[in-house]
């Protein structure tokens, strides 16, 4: 029988399970973590003390998220043998895979903080990994342009570090642009949680074998990187430059979009969950226009997806079909005026996802009916057959 089939630990055939993470309404159109709607938090919170919630289930008193700083201070570094990874790969390897990869190889190097039942060891993986993404990440970037590694500074903030070990270079003085931190701290808040999202789903998945945080979070910067989840940034951005390179007819890219015959989608558009707006991609449109009008940036791409937003909205293909921009649909421009280079816009979104992956790791871990993930299936295929041998095929 097809009937839902509910588990002990709340898992139903259909891959749904029970959390207190983040809160979806995909008819509403609405987004909250740990019950604070995200426009709320975006206009209001700093990155890591939106981490912080959705890790520890609370907004952090001063104080605590005072202490918390400090403590990711301690882990911004990477191991100096980490170093030699970088030597390894490709000058042109995608940064995702080098992600994954290092991610992965953390767990080599704090062999005695791998228990996912011991919360001290837990929460030690939980400050590296927060702390140490951004740096993996960085020298992901200057590995690729033959710049040398640019080194933390735990003088500054979680945005302004990335960004001052992302474009500094020894020879000159880097200067700090507030528009741009401010910019980058609200796309990291709306990319921190999205609830059973594929990555989350994952990193959920490997999880539940008891595998330790490091190859948990390895695995969903894998799933993530995948074109119809957190790769559509880059190819929307990809997208939007084809249709400028092609005179800017948004309508030929509509219609392609609705040809069943052709496998080309409007990347950024559409969600398997919401079937209205997605709450980010109208935060990040407001976030998009304000920085390029602040900073007098022309960028006709994103003149372009106001257009396509138009034409393909008022389309009867989309309308029937509740599709509607995703928070992938404009972020790319704001990354674009900030000056990171389209190859790490996925990465961009792995940085801001991490904090959800954790939160849904510990969540997961905390339950007192955890068990292995184990979805079951319809079988199809053939009924029992006579075995036939070799010399009779
Ligand atoms: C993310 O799950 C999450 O929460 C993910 C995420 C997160 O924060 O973790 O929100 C991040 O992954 C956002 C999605 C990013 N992906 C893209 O922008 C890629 C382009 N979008 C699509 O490929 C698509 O919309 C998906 C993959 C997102 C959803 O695909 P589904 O499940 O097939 O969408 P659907 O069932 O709603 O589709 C209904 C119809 C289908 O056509 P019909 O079979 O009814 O004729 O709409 C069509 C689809 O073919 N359709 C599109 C389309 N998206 C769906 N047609 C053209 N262009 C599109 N973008």
């Given at each position: 029988?097809?009937?839902?089939?509910?588990?002990?630990?709340?898992?139903?055939?259909?891959?749904?399970?029970?959390?207190?993470?983040?809160?979806?309404?995909?008819?509403?159109?609405?987004?909250?973590?740990?019950?604070?709607?995200?426009?709320?938090?975006?206009?209001?919170?700093?990155?890591?003390?939106?981490?912080?919630?959705?890790?520890?289930?609370?907004?952090?008193?001063?104080?605590?998220?005072?202490?918390?700083?400090?403590?990711?201070?301690?882990h911004?570094m990477l191991h100096e043998d980490m170093r030699l990874f970088y030597d390894g790969f490709?000058?042109?390897?995608?940064?995702?895979?080098i992600l994954s990869s290092v991610v992965g190889a953390l767990s080599t190097f704090y062999q005695d903080s791998l228990d996912p039942?011991?919360?001290?060891q837990?929460?030690e993986s939980?400050?590296r990994l927060?702390?140490k993404l951004?740096?993996i990440?960085?020298?992901?970037?200057?590995?690729?342009?033959?710049?040398?590694?640019?080194?933390?500074?735990?003088?500054?903030?979680?945005?302004?570090?990335?960004?001052?070990?992302?474009?500094?270079?020894?020879?000159?003085?880097?200067?700090?642009?507030?528009?741009?931190?401010?910019?980058?701290?609200?796309?990291?808040?709306?990319?921190?949680?999205?609830?059973?999202?594929?990555?989350?789903?994952?990193?959920?998945?490997v999880?539940?074998?008891?595998a330790n945080l490091f190859a948990s979070i390895s695995a969903?910067i894998?799933?993530?990187?995948?074109?119809?989840?957190?790769?559509?940034?880059?190819?929307?951005?990809?997208?939007?430059?084809?249709?400028?390179?092609?005179?800017?007819?948004?309508?030929?890219?509509?219609?392609?979009?609705?040809?069943?015959?052709?496998?080309?989608?409007?990347?950024?558009?559409?969600?398997?969950?919401?079937?209205?707006?997605?709450?980010?991609?109208?935060?990040?449109?407001?976030?998009?226009?304000?920085?390029?009008?602040?900073?007098?940036?022309?960028?006709?791409?994103?003149?372009?997806?106001?257009?396509?937003?138009?034409?393909?909205?008022?389309?009867?293909?989309?309308?029937?079909?509740?599709?509607?921009?995703?928070?992938?649909?404009?972020?790319?421009?704001?990354?674009?005026?900030?000056?990171?280079?389209?190859?790490?816009?996925?990465?961009?979104?792995?940085?801001?996802?991490?904090?959800?992956?954790?939160?849904?790791?510990?969540?997961?871990?905390?339950?007192?009916?955890?068990?292995?993930?184990?979805?079951?299936?319809?079988?199809?295929?053939?009924?029992?057959?006579?075995?036939?041998?070799?010399?009779?095929?």
């Amino acid at each position: 029988s097809t009937g839902l089939i509910t588990l002990d630990d709340g898992y139903v055939n259909t891959g749904s399970t029970k959390s207190s993470v983040t809160f979806l309404d995909g008819e509403k159109g609405i987004l909250r973590y740990r019950g604070y709607p995200v426009e709320k938090l975006a206009e209001s919170c700093d990155f890591i003390e939106v981490a912080y919630l959705l890790i520890y289930g609370e907004l952090p008193s001063e104080d605590q998220l005072a202490r918390f700083r400090l403590k990711l201070r301690r882990h911004t570094m990477l191991h100096e043998d980490m170093r030699l990874f970088y030597d390894g790969f490709p000058r042109d390897a995608h940064p995702m895979a080098i992600l994954s990869s290092v991610v992965g190889a953390l767990s080599t190097f704090y062999q005695d903080s791998l228990d996912p039942h011991d919360k001290a060891q837990v929460d030690e993986s939980v400050l590296r990994l927060l702390a140490k993404l951004p740096t993996i990440a960085a020298f992901a970037y200057k590995k690729s342009i033959g710049q040398p590694f640019v080194y933390p500074r735990n003088d500054l903030t979680y945005c302004e570090n990335f960004l001052q070990m992302m474009f500094s270079v020894p020879t000159e003085p880097y200067e700090i642009d507030p528009d741009f931190v401010e910019a980058l701290n609200l796309l990291l808040i709306v990319h921190a949680d999205h609830e059973q999202n594929c990555s989350t789903s994952t990193v959920r998945m490997v999880g539940s074998s008891n595998a330790n945080l490091f190859a948990s979070i390895s695995a969903g910067i894998s799933a993530l990187w995948g074109p119809l989840h957190g790769g559509a940034n880059e190819a929307c951005v990809a997208m939007l430059e084809q249709i400028r390179k092609d005179g800017g007819n948004v309508k030929k890219y509509v219609d392609m979009a609705k040809d069943k015959s052709s496998s080309f989608r409007l990347m950024g558009f559409g969600h398997r969950v919401y079937k209205n707006f997605d709450p980010r991609a109208t935060i990040i449109r407001a976030s998009c226009e304000k920085l390029l009008k602040k900073r007098s940036i022309d960028d006709p791409i994103f003149d372009i997806a106001q257009q396509l937003q138009e034409v393909a909205l008022n389309d009867e293909y989309f309308i029937e079909r509740k599709l509607y921009p995703n928070v992938d649909f404009y972020s790319g421009v704001i990354y674009r005026a900030i000056g990171i280079p389209v190859q790490m816009f996925t990465v961009l979104f792995a940085i801001g996802r991490l904090p959800g992956w954790l939160a849904h790791w510990r969540e997961m871990h905390e339950s007192p009916t955890k068990k292995i993930c184990r979805p079951r299936q319809i079988y199809v295929g053939s009924t029992e057959r006579e075995f036939v041998p070799l010399e009779k095929r």
